[in-house]
């Protein structure tokens, strides 16, 4: 199959859900899939070995970071960040928009691009739409995003107009960036929460034709139904010969309902981050198993799970490794979370190939909470 080739191969009647098979240079990714993080060529914790076993198809790098340190020469001289991390399927790479527009008082904003100051150690750098382009050409990414302006929230409608401007400008100019051999561009939607911007500007991406299209400026500090009008506003303007993206999103309930809405991809740190502070993701909810009530609990992570972690410790187990500082707790946490996601995104896929997509949705919400340690929250279906 050529590389780029999105073939949808079924929707759910009830609703706008998709079933997919997006096509890569280094292989083929199942969607919706959720793409677990690996910010600086690794995800935290994880060899790539174990994300194999995990059956991860494709995984997220990170252009401001990976440009910061190590350096985008170097990687390409060591072969690609394919090789230089040891991972041999898929990759995304963010443009490194979001990070260099979040640094707020270090950044000076011009319609060529953004002048800031390294968080590491304060050196002067700058990044545009070519300057993005050209680190991901030598990080050589399956999947390359276009160089965005991200706005805040809040933000007034002027700002969000003047960001949908220099989004569109720069997308043009990404457009015609040199590539990666087999590498493709995903153009990206602003807007805030302005439904006519994000009309406008995804319009605009489309007729640039890009290889798919991500849905940007959502889950940065808005409320949860903001979150999915954004998504509302968005995503029918995109085609649907191609693939769709949700950026920075990874609450369950949230990937179940912009499923529903017709999203095919997910990027979030959630599952890995949580497991270094000791919370654990489950079908049910989250919980912190470094919490005294599971002392002597001698269950699993989450029962009938069968990842590595579940099928040989306890939560006791767990908990004691957490709680004396010991490596392997982290890990093990890990590894479990990652693992329940990537299996709900399993279980999600073929609930719309079998056309019971609607029971798979009413099912998680009548049974999802998020679970705090003091208190649970009803996550209700939006």
């Known amino acids: 199959m050529t590389i780029g080739t999105f073939e949808l191969l079924g929707k759910d009647p009830s ?15 199942e969607t919706p899939v959720f793409m ?18 995990i059956d991860c198809e494709i995984l997220l790098g990170n252009t401001y970071h990976l440009n910061d340190r190590p350096g985008p020469d170097l990687v390409e001289r060591m072969g690609g960040l394919h090789r230089f991390m040891g991972w041999d ?3 995304l790479t963010d443009s490194g928009g979001y ?18 100051r390294s968080h590491t150690d304060g050196r002067k750098h700058f990044i545009g739409p070519k300057e993005s382009m050209e680190i991901q050409r030598k990080l050589g990414s399956d999947i390359a ?21 220099r989004t569109l400008d720069w997308a043009a ?33 489309v007729e640039m034709d890009f290889d ?12 949860d139904e903001l979150i999915l009008r954004g998504v509302d506003d968005t995503v029918h303007h995109l085609p649907e010969e191609k693939p769709r993206y949700l950026m920075g999103v990874g609450e369950m309930a949230q990937m179940v309902e912009s499923v529903a809405r017709g999203v095919d991809m997910f990027d979030c740190v959630m599952p890995t981050r949580q497991a270094r502070n000791g919370t654990v993701s489950t079908r049910r909810g989250r919980y912190p198993v470094k919490a005294a009530v599971y002392k002597e609990d001698t269950r699993p992570l989450e029962e009938g799970c069968t990842c590595y972690a579940c099928r040989n ?9 957490l709680n004396v500082g010991e490596i392997l707790g982290l890990r093990l946490v890990t590894m479990h979370n990652l693992h329940c996601y990537l299996d709900f995104m399993r279980d999600m896929r073929k609930s719309i190939e079998e056309g019971t997509f609607e029971v798979f949705r009413s099912e998680f919400h009548a049974g999802y909470r998020v679970i705090c340690e003091e208190h649970t929250i009803n996550v209700k279906e939006s």
Do not use: W
């Open 15 to 29: 609703s706008h859900a998709r079933r997919g098979r997006f096509h890569t240079a280094h292989g083929t990714v």
């Open 36 to 53: 677990p993080v690996g910010t600086q060529a690794t995800v935290k914790c994880m060899t790539p070995r174990e994300m194999h076993e």
């Open 89 to 91: 399927r898929a990759i």
């Open 99 to 116: 990070q260099v527009f979040s640094l707020g008082s270090m950044n000076k904003i011009t319609d060529e691009g953004v002048a800031f």
């Open 145 to 165: 995003m276009v160089f965005d302006e991200c706005p805040p929230y809040p933000c007034d409608k002027d700002y969000a107009c003047k960001a949908v401007r």
């Open 173 to 205: 100019i990404c457009r015609e960036a040199p590539r990666a051999e087999g590498q493709l561009f995903f153009g990206i939607a602003q807007g805030s929460v302005f439904p006519d911007l994000r009309e406008e500007c995804a319009r605009a991406l």
């Open 212 to 223: 798919g299209y991500a849905i940007g400026g959502v889950s940065v500090g808005e409320p």
């Open 313 to 321: 410790f306890t939560r006791a187990y767990v908990r004691h490794l």
